[in-house]
């Protein structure tokens, strides 16, 4: 390790020595004015900046700037809302500038990590938001802006809980997407330096944010780099007059409208029909919660559902309805329908709040920016609420000509209850509560009903919610000082340290809860362990990095060079503690309680984590006609053993200027063409974010451990070790290396942009849970034998449509990014193509077998095989001609001809699969392809169309190309749950005389022996993605209407004779409007399994992101 | 000059900042302890023997379904698949139906439950394998400890390997610590012969470490001497019956009788049901039991399959007390899907006090008649304890106890030709208590005790259910007895074997399937 610094070091040494040979010249001072170049108006708060290093100033209330800058060097003008200027300076010492508003994604500025650069000599794929996105539509999480706002980046919403994260995935990800194992690691959250979560940043305190994509712009970031890297920058203040800005959001929030359920009559008509077909008799039917005639205390609170007596036809007054039971002739039922209570009760509208105000100013020394929000979104779905409150200061100040210093903190706390239950929970089982449950104990319908104790999920949510007690509240906090010291003109060295806490805080408490059957008993029973739970993650994040850059042009030659190292600890410290058996509901804490179990329960622990790097790049360019970077990061890791934490990270990138060239200007072309800029880019950079969280089993991988036995630390009362996890001390670095070939073309004077690149990355060395055989005892181990490969397109295109002269203006942006994947090398397990959790199917083109599904080498991922349902059996007679002979070895029913299944035979009603291979049986071998759960093309597009003061603009994303498994209508229809309520789709199921339909026989738990598997083929406790009934894979094409605003500018003329107001801005906007779609839920955005970042594809219900109407005012004085 | 000195001087200090805090990076686990830095004290290895028992414990439904749960005592009563009480059986029925298969197997991957997160029975082996290694290395353990854990490691190992050897024949042998080498990791089969010899073998060395001491750790929570012993006599009995082996009899009757006179202290308890109380742990009945605790871990498997959900247990009556049942009181907390079938209730006779103490029946009642009509049975032998308002499933789960002595004793008589009259006696005027007629109920009197085997198998049933034996018991009597008293025929014999379930066979390639099932 020793010996490989030592390298590096003679590396940067002659580096230094390069720096050495470069001479320097002599400073002048430069005056000039900058003017708009639409209307001709001088701009105050232009910063001026002499180009690489961090010499620069602004421009007065006149326009007026005045700055010191040697001959050949480059002035940067910078303005938000206008394209970037850039005057080298020759001999004159006056320079009036014209800058032009921005229109022009071709010359925007880049935000790259350590440095910022023009997109006109940017030679790697870097990707900036448009600033309009964060403008109007309220957000308690900004990441939501990216959805199909940025080329290659796929962002998916997994809950509409307010302040949840979205998946974001780039480029395909970095890592093999296993099934039960984990997604791809988020990108690099960088936020003005410090590495963090976009959780609770406040949007309007965004100045950019900025994607890097592929390896050479990443490597500067190294190890943790290989998902991307997004660059958030905060606003700093501006030179010039000081200003307040006040911006009000109210927002009002909707739920979308997801499945229809039976009404009581018709549930009790199925249901009771289904347990029939399933050959229940109806003494068990009646035995049944919710369409049982059952007449003990605890099922007549529970259910309004009786059969009709003399005694209580009185009930026909209160409500309840009269029916005949559909499986006892001359029986009829009296019940009462409270199908649509429930739903009622767990979804509401809400409203939403956002303030924010800020203050920034600023002189020719020092420059302040301030702001306050308060932010409060209620869910839609009761229970939950995402509140918070969050602040920043940033500012900077020259105590000398050549030493700028500078410090931020931004805090925020947010209060997110969290929903009562999880998303299944809600949007499966309790929707699907039986409509004859009565959720009231009174008549008044003020006191809720908890149901028969299968927790919160089979009650009135409103009882549990009243008992539950939870919170959480997590802190962040971010404090950053440094200073910016010019050593020599040119010679920038830059020191900064920040720290970064971050802590939470949750207690939850339930009070002593009684079900309907306690309450029947005397005395009333209730269950009184009052479990009650707190703890306090605190995870403290310090990074000190210091860089040196060096600026130096000869004639037409600009050098950029950059020397850097960074310093980065993670320490994390988790105090848990939880109890039972408090003798009272009224203390919510834990005191209280009186009984500890030792175990997972009550315990602190601790981890750290440390990264010490060094890294330096170079810029040049030829007259910025040819244009070239290189960069290498060298990290070193703790959580890799000695001979392995030491990685290197270089990257590289070349383009060309056509439209520069003589040649070219010349040419008749460049009055069409107006920029060409081919370039490509290869870099490599590392990833050990598998290894990195808070979570010490896997942190210290290398070294094994011993530790407490997994969840009960005791045996008769002994503390109890085992070996929890295997040493593996050659672990190493995960890297990724991609190819980029990008072109950025402009048309009409750029009034069109296109921008394209193509990308092959191969991520290589992949840490990938080796599945182990049953004889190692543990069931996998962490090592780096996996590659996988993606390859892609990604397009963004921005076109000026009309700017007519009366003021008139349409643009139209968008973007497109296509991405497959492909695993390419397996941990060798002896399999062919080491294949790993496969199973084979009958190939019908080759007449053999095919292996397909879980993981094999030269694979897509994602691919889905079930059972094709080629329709239902109409007849006794068509079974026996389709399938007399029939073994329906998954339903274990049996064709006519031979000898009944355990399930029985089949009858009519059943589903007719596929039997692929022909021979009579059908087994897993008759599964055939029904698609891949990985969208492959996502983008978006947006129209803006602006008329004096008003502007409207839509914005719109989509995706395309992936199925998913509608585990939620298989398990409604199939009755899974066997009492509970199905959906209106029911009404629809195959009977005698209803026979044009694809919806097999209703029958009482699907998956119940004797019920024949028509619905959930691989059915199991848990939600299985393949081997299930062809019928409900369904497309996940969407586009999505994700903002239509409308808003006004007030004119300045206006503003100015107020005397008060500089701008002011109204606006009215709809968020998250429609989904247009095939898929059957209100939400078809690519399910995800909750808190692993990975694509499941399999629907089980879901909370879908609320449709939003905001109205909102912006000033500043 | 200055200034290029100056630049290289910022350059050279940039380095010097980096390199010199690279020994930073070596950090070491906090929160646990590093395979370098573990097995350095004497607690270090207590603490991993209590592991190796908490591990154990966890095992505990493997034990109970590859034990008894395919024999003739749960099921759902014929004319319907659910249970009495509506709940679905979710595969279980395939144990007592004998339709395991490569992808129902009920028990997977050599240990672990469908559903169940866990560890199979290799992991406590790898554990155990490395505590042999260790201990015979360290210097930090005083020798009789070092010796009593290593007679606790080779009688444990011999009891999983007994286990896999009863469920699967050949299996997999590991005897050495779990190292990965990721390029040759698969293992095949041994032959079910070296499987037994190990088991012997094991035995043997297990009973050398103890050395004489009978000594009882944690209240009998810990294996033991006695426990070896009694594993002893189980194995040699299974292949005396196996191999119509006197010798083996002879050996099995001789370890059960040094038992006896080395540890006088047990003996049957005059309550068949404070056997199992979990107020009267370690009695002078139990010679090993897994240990369990409230608020320390409780059988939560017992109300995932066989005791019924609050809600719908109290539509039904106990006819013996002549009430309904309520939330209250028969708080089961469970899901039942393994019903006890009503036939196994009529089995034992009215004045066994076993009957009661092992199994609730249900009963429905006529409203208008008052006639109770018997709906369905479960078992309640485990009833644990009441926690504010919740019941948790805290007995101890007997492996050894001291009737098993008895009647296994009785069994190497019966195969040497000897009366098993004294221990069968025991063991039922126990079981009857006040009601015991030895003219009528004691051996040879019954009807039954005209075939001693039969009688044996029938005390035993009567004795052990849901202590994870009978279907072991009527593997060790003979194939000839499975097929007699369970669903399995003769012509299905592959199925005295379990399979091996897919992703076990998937993930080890060397692995073949047991013989007669499919394997794909």
């Known amino acids: 390790m020793k010996q490989r610094f030592t390298y590096y070091r003679v590396w940067l040494l002659a580096m230094g020595m390069f720096l050495c040979s470069i001479a320097h010249a002599q400073n002048i001072k430069i005056t000039g004015q900058v003017t708009a170049s639409d209307d001709h108006s001088p701009l105050p708060g232009v910063s001026v900046i002499v180009k690489g290093t961090n010499n620069g100033t602004q421009t007065d209330a006149s326009g007026k700037f005045s700055i010191n800058a040697a001959k050949g060097d480059v002035l940067i003008f910078k303005f938000l809302g206008y394209s970037p200027a850039q005057v080298k300076v020759g001999n004159q010492s006056v320079v009036d500038v014209s800058i032009v508003p921005e229109n022009k994604t071709l010359n925007e500025v880049l935000v790259l990590g350590y440095t910022t650069q023009s997109r006109a000599t940017v030679t790697s794929a870097v990707a900036k938001l448009d600033q309009q996105v964060l403008a109007t539509a309220p957000r308690a999480n900004v990441a939501d802006a990216l959805q199909g706002t940025v080329s290659g980046l796929q962002v998916i919403s997994q809950t509409g809980q307010p302040g949840a994260s979205p998946l974001i995935v780039l480029r395909g990800g970095a890592s093999i997407p296993v099934p039960g194992g984990s997604g791809p690691a988020q990108p690099l959250i960088v936020v003005d330096g410090v590495v963090r979560s976009y959780s609770d940043i406040v949007q309007e305190d965004i100045a950019s944010v900025d994607i890097l994509k592929d390896a050479a712009a990443t490597a500067i970031y190294g190890s943790r780099a290989s998902n991307g890297v997004i660059l958030i920058t905060l606003k700093k203040g501006k030179q010039g007059t000081g200003e307040i800005n006040y911006k009000y959001t109210e927002g009002f929030n909707q739920n979308r409208q997801g499945y229809q359920f039976l009404d009581a009559e018709q549930y009790i008509y199925y249901g009771r029909l289904g347990g029939i077909a399933s050959g229940r008799t109806v003494a068990a039917i009646n035995q049944s919660a919710g369409y049982g005639l059952s007449t003990t205390p605890t099922a007549l609170a529970e259910y309004d559902i009786q059969e009709s007596t003399p005694a209580n036809q009185y009930l026909l007054k209160q409500g309840w309805q009269l029916m005949n039971d559909p499986i006892v002739p001359g029986t009829q039922i009296i019940f009462k329908d409270n199908e649509k209570q429930i739903q009622n009760m767990v979804f509401r509208n809400t409203q939403s709040q956002d303030q924010y105000i800020s203050a920034d100013g600023g002189n020719d020394k020092g420059l302040y920016y301030a702001s306050l929000d308060y932010y409060n979104e209620p869910g839609v779905v009761i229970g939950g609420n995402y509140k918070r409150y969050a602040g920043s200061f940033n500012g900077s100040y020259k105590v000398k000509p050549n030493v700028e210093v500078f410090s931020g903190l931004t805090f925020s706390d947010n209060q997110n209850q969290g929903d009562a239950q999880s998303d299944l929970a809600t949007f499966y089982r309790e929707l699907s509560l039986q409509p004859t449950f009565d959720p009231w104990l009174n008549a008044a319908n003020t006191i809720p009903n908890p149901g028969n104790g299968g927790g919160s999920l089979d009650g009135n949510p409103l009882y549990y919610i009243q008992h539950e007690i939870n919170s959480d509240e997590v802190d962040r906090i971010v404090a950053n000082a440094g200073f910016n010291w010019t050593i020599i003109p040119n010679l920038t060295f830059k020191l900064s340290g920040s720290g970064y806490y971050y802590q939470e805080v949750n207690q939850q408490f339930t009070e002593a809860e009684q079900t309907i059957a306690q309450m029947q008993t005397t005395p009333q029973g209730y269950t009184t362990t009052r479990p009650a739970s707190a703890f306090n993650d605190r995870v403290f994040t310090q990074t000190y990095d210091g860089t040196l850059n060096y600026l130096k042009s000869f004639g037409k030659n600009n050098f950029n060079l950059l020397l850097g190292a960074e310093y980065n600890d993670v320490s994390s410290l988790n105090i848990y503690t939880s109890g039972t058996n408090a003798a009272t509901d009224n203390i919510n804490t834990v005191n209280a309680s009186t009984v500890f179990a030792a175990g997972s329960g009550n315990g602190s622990y601790a981890t750290n984590f440390r990264i010490i790097s060094t890294f330096a790049s170079l810029n040049y360019d030829y007259d910025q006609k040819y244009l070239f970077n290189a960069v290498l990061r060298e990290d070193g890791v703790s959580v890799l053993s000695p001979q392995t934490r030491i990685g290197y990270f270089p990257g590289m990138s070349a383009g060309w200027n056509v439209a520069k060239e003589d040649f070219f200007q010349n040419s008749g072309i460049s009055k069409i063409l107006s920029t060409i800029k081919p370039r490509i880019s290869y870099g490599s950079n590392g990833n050990i974010s598998g290894l990195q969280s808070t979570s010490s089993n896997t942190q210290y991988t290398y070294q094994g451990g011993y530790g407490s036995t997994s969840g009960y630390p005791q045996y008769n009362g002994l503390g109890a070790f085992t070996n929890t996890q295997l040493p593996d001390p050659n672990l190493q670095w995960e890297t990724s290396t991609t190819k980029d070939a990008g072109i950025d073309l402009g048309f009409l004077h750029d009034r069109i942009s296109l921008i394209v690149d193509y990308y092959d990355k191969v991520n290589s060395n992949l840490l990938t849970q080796y599945t182990l055989p049953a004889t190692a005892g543990f069931s996998s181990i962490l090592t780096n034998d996996g590659t996988y490969q993606n390859k892609g397109w990604e397009f963004t295109l921005k076109a000026n449509l009309i700017n007519s002269p009366n003021g008139f203006r349409l643009d139209f942006g968008a973007n497109a990014s296509y991405s497959k994947s492909k695993v390419l090398k397996l941990p060798y397990n002896g399999q062919p193509n080491n294949e790993v959790g496969t199973i084979q199917i009958w190939n019908p083109k080759t007449g053999g077998l095919m292996t397909v599904e879980g993981e094999q080498q030269g694979q897509t991922m994602g691919n889905v095989y079930g059972y094709k349902e080629l329709g239902i059996f109409q007849s006794e007679a068509q079974i026996a001609a389709v399938a007399g002979n029939r073994n329906d070895e998954i339903g274990h029913v049996t064709g006519p001809n031979i000898a009944a299944g355990s399930a029985g035979h089949i009858v009519p009603g059943d589903v007719n699969w596929e039997d692929v291979n022909g021979d009579g049986i059908i087994d897993s071998r008759d599964q055939v392809y029904l698609g891949n759960i990985f969208p492959d093309w996502t983008g978006g597009y947006n129209f803006n169309a602006a008329y004096k003061g008003f502007s409207l603009y839509a914005r719109f994303d989509f995706s395309l190309g992936n199925v998913i498994y509608n585990d939620f209508v298989a398990r409604s229809l199939g009755q899974y749950q066997g009492t509970f309520n199905m959906i209106q789709e029911m009404t629809n199921s195959w009977s005698p005389t209803n026979t044009n339909t694809m919806i097999p026989r209703v029958t009482y738990a699907d998956q119940v022996s004797g019920s024949g598997a028509n619905y959930t083929r691989a059915n199991n406790a848990n939600a299985a993605l393949d081997g299930e009934n062809s019928q409900f894979y369904e497309s996940g094409n969407y586009t999505a209407c994700r903002e239509i605003t409308l808003s006004y500018t007030f004119s300045k003329a206006l503003l100015a004779k107020t005397h008060v107001f500089k701008s002011a801005r109204l606006f009215v906007s709809g968020d998250n409007l429609f989904y247009i779609k095939s898929f059957s839920g209100p939400d078809p955005e690519a399910p995800v399994t909750a808190g692993t970042n990975l694509i499941n594809g399999i629907y089980q219900g879901s909370y879908p992101t609320p449709r939003t109407y905001a109205l909102g005012v912006s000033v500043s004085l | ?520």
């Open chain 2, 1 to 520: 000059m200055k200034k290029y000195i100056i630049i290289l001087l910022s350059g050279l200090g940039m380095l010097s900042l980096v390199t010199s805090c690279k020994n930073d990076l070596n950090l070491a686990p906090i929160s646990t302890i590093g395979t370098g830095n573990f097995f350095k004290t004497a607690t270090q290895f207590d603490s991993f023997m209590a592991g190796i028992h908490s591990t154990f414990r966890a095992n505990t439904e493997s034990f109970q379904r590859l034990g008894e749960d395919r024999a003739d005592i749960f099921g759902t009563d014929p004319g319907s698949t659910t249970a009495f009480t509506g709940e679905a059986t979710q595969g279980l029925e395939n144990m007592w139906n004998q339709t395991l298969s490569l992808t129902a197997a009920e028990v997977n991957n050599y240990g672990i439950p469908p559903v169940q997160a866990g560890n199979n029975f290799y992991f406590n082996i790898g554990q155990i394998n490395n505590m042999i290694v260790q201990l015979n290395s360290t210097t930090v353990v005083v020798p009789a400890t070092k010796s009593y854990y290593l007679g606790i490691c080779y009688g444990m190992r011999a009891f999983y390997y007994f286990q896999l050897y009863r469920s699967w024949g050949n299996v997999p042998i590991t005897t050495t610590p779990i190292v990965v080498n990721i390029s040759n990791v698969n293992q095949a089969e041994a032959p079910a012969a070296s499987v037994m010899a190990l088991i012997k073998s094991d035995i043997d060395q297990s009973v050398a470490a103890f050395a004489g001491n009978y000594t009882f750790m944690n209240s009998k929570g810990y294996w033991s001497l006695s426990a070896t012993l009694m594993l002893k006599a189980d194995v040699y009995l299974w292949t005396s019956s196996h191999n119509s082996s006197l010798a083996d009899a002879t050996t099995a009757l001789t370890a059960l009788n040094t038992i006896q006179t080395n540890v006088p202290t047990l003996s049957l308890l005059p309550s068949y049901s404070s056997v199992f109380a979990t107020t009267n742990r370690g009695n002078n009945e139990i010679i090993f039991a897994i240990h369990n605790t409230l608020n320390e871990y409780a059988m939560t498997w017992v109300q995932n399959s066989y005791v019924p959900q609050n809600n719908l247990i109290i539509a039904f009556y106990d006819s013996t007390q002549n009430r309904q049942f309520n939330s209250t009181t028969d708080n089961w907390g469970g899901l039942l899907r393994a019903p006890v079938l009503i036939k196994t209730f009529r089995r034992f006779n009215p004045l066994d006090s076993r009957r009661l103490a092992t199994i609730q029946p249900c009963y429905t009642k006529n409203t208008t008649t008052g006639v109770y009509t018997m709906a369905g049975c479960f078992v309640d032998k485990y009833s644990g304890e009441q926690n504010a308002g919740v019941r948790s499933i805290t007995n101890d789960f007997p492996i050894y106890r001291y009737a098993d002595l008895l009647l296994m004793k009785a069994t190497a008589e019966v195969y040497l030709g000897q009366s098993p009259a004294t221990e069968i006696n025991l063991v039922r005027a126990r079981a009857f208590g006040a009601n015991y007629n030895a003219a009528t109920m004691s051996y040879p009197n019954q009807a039954i005790d005209a075939n001693p085997r039969e009688a044996i198998l029938q005390e035993r049933f009567f004795e052990f259910i849901f202590e994870g034996k009978r279907w072991y018991d009527l593997r060790s009597f003979g194939d000839s007895y499975v097929y007699e008293h369970t669903a399995l025929t003769a012509a299905n014999a592959y199925a005295l074997f379990w399979p091996i379930d897919q992703s076990t066979l998937i993930n080890d390639p060397l692995l073949v399937q047991t013989p007669g099932y499919a394997s794909h």
